[in-house]
């Protein structure tokens, strides 16, 4: 590992909580009831059937309270906790097991599901259990104006230019558990590759954009992720 890295920026998708038992979106067992992910996250799909859009959410918040971290979420607080120089995770996830492994330094570009953000008055609040088409907003009491805030396809994922500033300033780009298949998260590897970074993927297997990155490491994030951090904390020690 390069003596130099200071500053890292790690992005995770769905990949690093599938050993925790949430299904990603894109695997075998990436299809919920027949549909395609497009089709029941979109702006657009929740204007035309908004129960069912609840449902798949739902359905999903409800199996957050069943699952826990696992060894990669783990070891990436590790990492938040030990790292001495600058990191950033960025999540596009909307699971909590970061949060609950103890990151901090974490962005959710994708929203969170256990929040809800109300449409008529615009606030975001912490949510759990099921959300319904009259769910009540905590904040103006308004009923059946909630939906999880969640960035749904189509729509502007949150804190970019954050992430864009961290990408371009990094020594050192991660990329777990993510198949490259989502813009704008899929074209982080290059912003960062082209201001000098060095990028390396951790994933099951390669993924649309391995070609980008200049190390892949394959296998499961719970093998990869601990053995990566450990070379990372032992190289900061010896430098
Ligand atoms: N360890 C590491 N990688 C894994 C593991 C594992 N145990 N299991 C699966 N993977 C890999 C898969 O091989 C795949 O490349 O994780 C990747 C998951 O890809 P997707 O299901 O496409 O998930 P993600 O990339 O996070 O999706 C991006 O798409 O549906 C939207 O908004 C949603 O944030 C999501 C975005």
Not at 21 to 36: I, K, N, S
Request: overall charge negative.
């Amino acid at each position: 590992m390069n003596q130099e890295v200071t500053r890292i920026v790690v992005l995770t998708g769905a990949g690093i909580s599938a050993e925790s038992g949430l299904a990603t979106f894109r695997g075998d067992d990436g299809l919920w009831e027949g549909h395609r992910v497009e089709d029941v996250a979109t702006p657009e799909a929740f204007a035309r059937d908004p129960g069912l859009v609840h449902q798949f959410y739902n359905a999903r918040r409800a199996k957050l309270e069943e699952v826990k971290p696992n060894a990669a979420h783990l070891a990436l607080a590790r990492l938040d906790a030990e790292w001495p120089g600058e990191l950033l995770v960025v999540t596009q996830n909307v699971d909590d097991l970061h949060e609950r492994a103890g990151s901090k330094r974490l962005i959710h570009m994708h929203g969170e599901n256990k929040k809800a953000w109300c449409l008529r008055c615009d606030e975001r609040f912490a949510w759990t259990g099921a959300m319904g088409l009259d769910a009540e907003c905590r904040a103006c009491g308004t009923a059946g104006g909630l939906r999880p805030d969640i960035v749904w396809f189509g729509e502007m994922p949150y804190e970019m230019e954050r992430i864009e500033d961290a990408l371009r300033e990094c020594d050192l780009f991660a990329s777990i558990g993510t198949s490259g298949a989502v813009y704008p998260a899929a074209g982080f590897v290059q912003t960062a590759r082209y201001c000098g970074a060095m990028t390396v993927e951790m994933n099951l297997e390669p993924s649309q954009g391995s070609i980008f990155f200049d190390e892949v490491r394959i296998g499961p994030a719970s093998d990869v992720v601990p053995t990566w951090v450990e070379e990372l904390l032992q190289s900061a020690q010896s430098s």
